[in-house]
């Protein structure tokens, strides 16, 4: 199931930041990479030949935006950073809806299994 980042016109902070974090051609190019697997700063880093600090930097943007996750795991010299994209898709709303209600997604996760049919309707 894609898991979707949505910013919308209603709430400007969000979609400042959002918009802001993918305004840089060097966190696009971090995306990128992200987008074929998880990565470590200093594969980011090698990889786009710059440094870690600014590979930090950029991801920290990053994160804070909900574009990307980091997460700690041991390496061959103590822990590493590994890096990974947190949602497939974006969608940004540019309409306020003119006063009614936010539309809202939902999202369901099915296991796998031997289905051969399916109903989907609009929660109540």
């Given at each position: 199931?894609?898991?979707?980042?949505?910013?919308?016109?209603?709430?400007?902070?969000?979609?400042?930041?959002?918009?802001?974090?993918?305004?840089?051609?060097?966190?696009?190019?971090?995306l990128k990479?992200?987008?074929?697997?998880?990565?470590s700063?200093?594969?980011?880093?090698?990889?786009?030949?710059?440094?870690?600090?600014?590979?930090s930097?950029?991801?920290?943007?990053?994160?804070?935006a909900?574009?990307?996750?980091?997460?700690?795991?041991?390496?061959?010299?103590?822990?590493?950073?590994?890096?990974?994209i947190?949602?497939?898709?974006?969608?940004?709303?540019?309409?306020?809806?003119?006063?009614?209600?936010?539309?809202?997604?939902y999202?369901?996760?099915?296991p796998?299994g031997?289905?051969?049919?399916f109903?989907?309707?609009?929660?109540?």
């Open positions: 199931m894609d898991k979707i980042l949505s910013f919308n016109i209603s709430d400007d902070k969000k979609l400042n930041f959002g918009v802001m974090a993918l305004s840089s051609s060097l966190r696009t190019d971090i990479i992200l987008s074929v697997q998880s990565r700063v200093n594969e980011i880093a090698f990889q786009l030949n710059i440094s870690k600090s600014t590979v930097v950029n991801l920290k943007i990053l994160e804070e909900g574009l990307v996750m980091s997460e700690y795991q041991a390496g061959r010299h103590g822990s590493m950073k590994l890096c990974s947190v949602n497939e898709r974006l969608t940004v709303n540019l309409m306020n809806n003119r006063g009614q209600a936010d539309t809202q997604l999202t369901v996760e099915l796998i031997g289905y051969t049919d109903y989907i309707s609009s929660p109540p």
